[in-house]
C-alpha cells in the first residue's frame, strides 16, 4: 500500500509569511495529489488538487508543485492569514482503482503567529 | 444541495453496546466512503461501497466492524460491542464517480463515537 509522510508536522509562522508543508509518497503509480483543511472540529474540505500531467496549480493564495521523479508534492500558502490556521492533509491516489481508497498522511498543524 | 449528510454528530455508547453510525450522500452521488480520524491523527480509509455493493472493505476490522448501503436510505456503518478503541471520529465521503477518477471527496460532517 502507500506509504505516505507529511512534514513538518508543526509549523508556526508570522501572519503574512508564507508556509510550504511536503508531502512524500510511495506508490509510483500515483496520480493524484490533493491536499484537505480541517479546521478544529469541523470535516476535512478539499482546498486544491493536481493530477501528474501538471508540475503546478494556483488558486489565489494557495498552490502545490508536484515532483513525480522524487515522489513529493508539495502545498504552499503565501500572504497567511489567521484562518489559515487548520491541520492540512495530503492525501495521494491512482486512478486506476485498487484496494485502497485515498491514503492520508498523519497531517501537519498550521499555526499562524499574529 | 444540503451535502453529505451524517448523523448523529456525537454518540456516546458504553463498551459492549451497538454503534450505528449513517450517512446519507449527496444527491446525485452513489459511491460511498467512510473513513476513521483517531485523535490527533490522519483519517484511514476503512470501507467504499455503492448502493447495495461493497466493493473494498480493506480498511475494515475484520470483526465487529460492517457497513451497508443499501437500495433506499442512508449507509450504515454499525460497530458492534464497542470498546474503548473505537471511539474516534468517523468521516463520510461521497462522489458522484467512482474513485478510479478521484475528483476528491466531499465530507460530511462525522460522527464522533466516545466509548464509555
Redesign the interface.
Known sequence: GENVEQHPSTLSVQEGDSAVIKCTYSDSASN?F?WYKQELG?????II?IRSNVGEKKDQRIAVTLNKTAKHFSLHITETQPEDSAVY?C?P?????G?????????THLIIQP | NAGVMQNPRHLVRRRGQEARLRCSPMKGHSHVYWYRQLPEEGLKFMVYLQKENIIDESGMPKERFSAEFPKEGPSILRIQQVVRGDSAAYFCASSAQDRTYLYGYTFGSGTRLTVV
Do not use: C, M
Open positions: 493524484y490533493p469541523k470535516r476535512p474540505q478539499l488538487d492533509f492525501a491516489g491512482y486512478s486506476g482503482g484496494a485502497d481508497g485515498l491514503t492520508f498522511g498523519k497531517g
